[in-house]
T-cell receptor, first 113, second 113 residues
């Protein structure tokens, strides 16, 4: 039962363009969402998060949008840079679930010159 | 260093042997998690420790897997009678009690031959 889904295993974008990574979830109890970035042979690193009371959170080139009615969130990176090439994981948790994060399967982003 | 430290970074073991993986969380972090990532898969939750509370073991795949956290700090994940399907990267993370993000170590790559 995959409660957090990232249906695109890979995405290729040109440098300078916008990257949009998508994530869907099924558990309506989730109330906090995070994006992690992972380079090969390294652990995931936190990128940006959003609470369910908001529909947008922005941090520099990174913006996360949340559509609760659709149980969908997306990560926008603009402009995309070659150093953004990595695997991006969407994660979710809910109050009462401890801090346990449920992760998606990841999307491999490749930013090409 | 100030981050989550895992050892060993790589472990090759023969099928049927027991292995122990170690995690040193960030000092002062009361929550500790173990996840694993199999080839081509997302991050699979294994176990979660929070302070002195009973651990959430709901993600452990079989009774061959166990974990301890001594003194509220270092944690050891033990896999008994390893099988080839146990081959994966085992990731440890820690967070503060009310923390909204988890900080990951670099992982231990386990290969069962």
């Amino acid at each position: 039962d995959q409660q957090v889904k990232q249906n695109s295993p890979s995405l290729s974008v040109q440098e300078g363009r916008i990257s949009i990574l998508n994530c869907d979830y099924t558990n309506s109890m989730f109330d906090y969402f995070l994006w992690y970035k992972k380079y090969p042979a390294e652990g995931p690193t936190f990128l940006i998060s959003i609470s369910s009371i908001k529909d947008k959170n922005e941090d520099g080139r990174f913006t996360v949008f949340l559509n609760k009615s659709a149980k969908h969130l997306s990560l926008h990176i603009v402009p995309s840079q070659p150093g953004d090439s990595a695997v991006y994981f969407c994660a979710a948790k809910y109050t009462g679930g401890g801090n346990k994060l449920t992760f998606g399967t990841g999307t491999q982003l490749k930013v090409e010159l | 260093g100030a981050g989550v430290s895992q050892s060993p970074s790589n472990k090759v073991t023969e099928k049927g042997k027991d292995v122990e993986l170690r995690c040193d969380p960030i000092s002062g972090h009361t929550a500790l998690y173990w996840y694993r990532q199999s080839l081509g898969q997302g991050l699979e939750f294994l176990i979660y420790f929070q302070g002195n509370s009973a651990p959430d073991k709901s993600g452990l795949p079989s009774d061959r897997f166990s974990a301890e956290r001594t003194g509220g700090s270092v944690s050891t994940l033990t896999i008994q009678r390893t099988q080839q399907e146990d081959s994966a990267v085992y990731l440890c993370a820690s967070s503060t009690q009310g923390g909204t993000e988890a900080f990951f170590g670099q992982g231990t790559r386990l290969t069962v031959v």
